[in-house]
C-alpha cells in the first residue's frame, strides 16, 4: 500500500544516511541538549514526575518567561535551519560538513514564509471545521451530558483532526519547494496530491501509532532516572523532527518530482 510505502521511505532515507542525517541535524540536536538543560535547571521540580502536586507549584519568574521564549526561538530556527539542510541534501545532494550544515539563509526564510502559510490555512480550516462539529454537537446530544461529551470528542475527531492532518500533507509539499528554491503555490500542491486521500490516512494512522510507541518508555525512565528519561526523550525528539521532514521529502519528491519510492 502507498501510505506504508511512503513510510518506509521515508525511515529507509534516514538509515541509509545515517552520518548524513546526524550531521545535517546537529542544530536541532544541540538546540534541544541545550533546551533540556535549561528545563532542569530552572524548573527542578521537573525531576519530581512522580509527585505532579510540587510540579504545579513550581516558582516561575520572569526571568523563567523570557528564557521560555528565547528557548522557543532558538529551538524554531535550529528547526528551520536543519529541515532546510535535509531537503536540500536528499533532493540536490547538497552535503553538508563535517561540522554541521551549511546556514543558507534565503531558503530558511521561505520556508518559514511557506511555514506561516501552511499554518495559517491549517489554524483556519480549523476553526471553521470546530464550529460545524460544535454545532452539531449541540444539536444532537443533550448539553452538558455524557453523550454529548463523547460525540463531541468523535466528531472533533473524524471532522477536524484527520481532515487537518490530510490536509496538511496534501499541501506540505509547499515546504520541500520553498527549501529548493521551487516555486508551488498552495493550488499546485494540492492538485499533485490529487487522490492520496488513503494513502496520506493510511501515513498518518502508522505515523501516530509510531510515534505512540516512541513515547511509551518516557514516564517509565522518568520515574527510574531524570538523566535516563531526559536522553530518551531527546533521543525521540530527534528522531520525530528528522523522520517528520523525511515524510515531507517523500511526499514532495514522490508526487511533485515523480521520483521512484525505491530510489
Known amino acids: 500500500m502507498l501510505g506504508f510505502q511512503l513510510f518506509l521511505h521515508a525511515l529507509r532515507m534516514i538509515l ?19 533546551v533540556a538543560g535549561l528545563s532542569i535547571t530552572l524548573f527542578p521540580a521537573l525531576g519530581m514526575i512522580e509527585h505532579p502536586a510540587m510540579m504545579e507549584t513550581a516558582p516561575f519568574s520572569a526571568g523563567g518567561v523570557a528564557m521560555v521564549f528565547l528557548s522557543a526561538v532558538v529551538m524554531a530556527v535550529a528547526f528551520l535551519w536543519s529541515a532546510v539542510a535535509w531537503h536540500r541534501f536528499i533532493l540536490l545532494e547538497e552535503y553538508p560538513g563535517a561540522t554541521g550544515p551549511r546556514w543558507n539563509g534565503a531558503a530558511i526564510w521561505r520556508y518559514f514564509v511557506a511555514g506561516i502559510v501552511l499554518g495559517l490555512v491549517l489554524v483556519l480550516l480549523g476553526v471553521a471545521l470546530g464550529i460545524v462539529v460544535g454545532i452539531a454537537s449541540f444539536a444532537f446530544g443533550r448539553p452538558g451530558g455524557d453523550g454529548a461529551m463523547v460525540l463531541g470528542a468523535v466528531l472533533m475527531f473524524a471532522l477536524v483532526v484527520v481532515p487537518l492532518i490530510l490536509v496538511s500533507y496534501r499541501l506540505s509539499p509547499i515546504l520541500p519547494a520553498a527549501a529548493v528554491g521551487e516555486r508551488l503555490s498552495i493550488k499546485d500542491a494540492w492538485a499533485a496530491t490529487r487522490g492520496a486521500f488513503w494513502p496520506f490516512l493510511i501515513l498518518a494512522i502508522v505515523t501516530s501509532l509510531a510515534s505512540w510507541a516512541l513515547g511509551l518508555p518516557t514516564p517509565i525512565l522518568m520515574r527510574a532516572s531524570l538523566v535516563l528519561g531526559l536522553i530518551w526523550t531527546i533521543a525521540v525528539q530527534w528522531v520525530t523532527m528528522l523522520f517528520g521532514v523525511s515524510i515531507l521529502t517523500t511526499i514532495y519528491g514522490y508526487f511533485v518530482e515523480k521520483r521512484n519510492l525505491n530510489a
Open 16 to 34: 541509509g544516511n545515517f552520518g548524513a542525517a546526524v550531521r545535517v541535524s546537529l542544530p536541532s540536536l544541540v538546540a534541544i541538549v541545550v
